[in-house]
């Protein structure tokens, strides 16, 4: 197999990647604050990250791979205060929804989904060391980090002092020693929430969450750590300090890999410009809409700039009716263990392992697409095989059968090839079925007249009728 190899943030270089435990991989992706339904751009990591999560799955005997839930911030307080509905309903509700969305999008749960709520002890632990040991100070209540005690500050998101503190946004405040020392610990008052803590009641900063979880549940020093390239700087290197800070020797994160970031119509998304969009209104176009649109994400490679459109989504649709539209064939059934079915299935994900090139690998899914037409009409198709540069001839069904199992690897074409063609809306099924029986009840009775009656019917709401040798079948235009 290809070796893997990733850019690395840190480093800003393409590396070759061996996990540290050649048995375990362990990956750490910053997950959702919880007080709103998940927009277009807080899906791009998760679907991103999901297919990193099973590349590895693919080729380690073990990953953990873990994604936290914030569920403590000033975000959701705020939200709270303005709705009157409680923290903890608004969480629960936005947790669900979040799932929810995620599934529609394909994505697998990960290993571990632990919430800040529940890992208040590891994060004053942490707290504690970086006190201790001179990284840290109490002021009036809060805890905040001595950016200057940690020479490497700035290392990661590569920026020199005055430029982080103009991207923070840092709050001026009398109790911090240099301008650019970040919250670790903060106070509460009675209508906040808040746990009891050597500095009094209060509650944790964002970037400590993260240190907390990571450490908690991978270790100090771990694989991979994923998220936005928006987080980089300031949440990503607040992380990163705080872990090398209370855990002398160890490095964090091996290799950080951030993705790009997604506009809307060639604009950054944002509620005034009107073009701000939830994962939600994309799935309300219908059941064909949460697949398309993962299919859309990865047609950009995950560290470039994405752009949404509507026309964008309905191109990936057309891509995904074609793909379905060869698998609701029934074509014969390889054995389990093809050779050719396998081999062919490898070649087409082999870009994954090139820092994960989502872009060509569904490029070769259109070649197996391909060769499998050319494979069930007979001869071979000398454009792909010249390209591919392989002298396969596969047997009908084997280009097929290798086009599944390599889109499972980008969570693709998982889904019911005849139900997909027909929009999953079962509920009308029925009364199309039944006109289709009658059509052909006509057409049998050489009643011509009625059953072209009956496609106009169905033509006029939208379905397509396809006469085959097997019988009549239709899909949704
Ligand atoms: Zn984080």
Redesign the pocket.
């Known amino acids: 197999m290809t070796e893997l190899a990733f850019h690395n943030s840190a480093t800003r270089r393409r590396e070759a990647f061996a996990p540290i435990d050649p048995e375990h991989v362990r990956l750490y992706v910053?997950g959702p604050t919880v007080y709103d339904l998940a927009h277009l751009g807080n899906a791009r990591p998760v679907v991103v990250f999901d297919v990193l999560a099973r590349l590895l799955r693919g080729r380690f005997p073990r990953v953990t791979y873990v994604r936290?839930i914030t569920d403590v911030d000033d975000k959701i307080n705020a939200r709270a205060a303005e709705s009157g509905e409680s923290i903890g309903a608004i969480t629960a509700r936005t947790t669900a929804g979040f799932h929810a969305d995620m599934v529609a999008l394909g994505c697998l749960p990960p290993d571990e989904e632990p919430r800040a709520t529940d890992n208040i002890a590891p994060m004053i632990a942490i707290i504690e060391k970086l006190i201790g040991n001179g990284h840290a100070y109490e002021a009036e209540g809060h805890v905040l980090f001595a950016v200057s005690s940690y020479p490497s500050y700035g290392a990661l998101s590569g920026r020199t002092p005055d430029e982080m503190l103009a991207g923070a946004r840092v709050e001026v405040a009398p109790y911090k020693r240099d301008p650019g020392d970040f919250v670790l610990w903060k106070p509460s008052d009675d209508a906040t929430p808040g746990w009891d803590s050597p500095w009094g009641r209060g509650r944790p900063g964002?970037?400590i969450?993260?240190s907390a979880m990571s450490w908690r549940y991978l270790g100090p020093e771990f694989d991979i750590h994923g998220?936005g390239h928006d987080?980089i700087f300031p949440?990503?290197e607040n992380?990163l300090a705080q872990s090398a800070c209370a855990f002398p020797g160890s490095g964090f994160a091996r290799f950080w890999l951030h993705n790009g970031m997604l506009l809307v119509d060639g604009e950054k998304m944002s509620k005034s410009l009107g073009n701000f969009l939830t994962v939600r209104d994309i799935l309300q176009r219908g059941a064909w809409a949460g697949e398309a649109f993962r299919l859309l994400l990865l047609k950009t490679h995950y560290r470039s700039a994405l752009d949404y459109t509507a026309e964008r989504l309905d191109e990936a649709r057309g891509e995904l009716d074609d793909f379905y539209a060869l698998l609701a064939r029934d074509l014969p059934v390889p054995e389990a263990d093809d050779a050719l079915v396998a081999e062919m299935a490898e070649w087409a994900m082999a870009p994954l392992a090139d820092d994960l090139n989502t872009p060509l690998a569904v490029a070769r899914l259109r070649d197996l697409r391909t060769l499998e037409n050319v494979a069930t009409v007979g001869g071979s198709d000398k454009a792909v095989l010249g390209r591919i540069g392989r002298d396969w001839a596969p047997q009908s069904g084997q280009a097929a059968a290798a086009l599944r199992q390599a889109a499972g690897v980008l969570g693709l074409l998982a889904g019911d090839a005849k139900a997909w063609r027909q929009g999953g809306a079962a509920d009308g099924n029925a009364a199309i079925e039944a006109a289709i029986a009658a059509r052909l009840a006509a057409r049998a009775a050489k009643d011509w007249a009625e059953a072209d009656r009956i496609r106009a019917d169905l033509t006029a709401q939208g379905i397509v009728l396809e006469d085959g040798a097997g019988g009549t079948t239709w899909r949704r235009a």
């Open positions: 910053c936290n964002w970037h969450e993260c998220g987080l949440h990503h992380e």
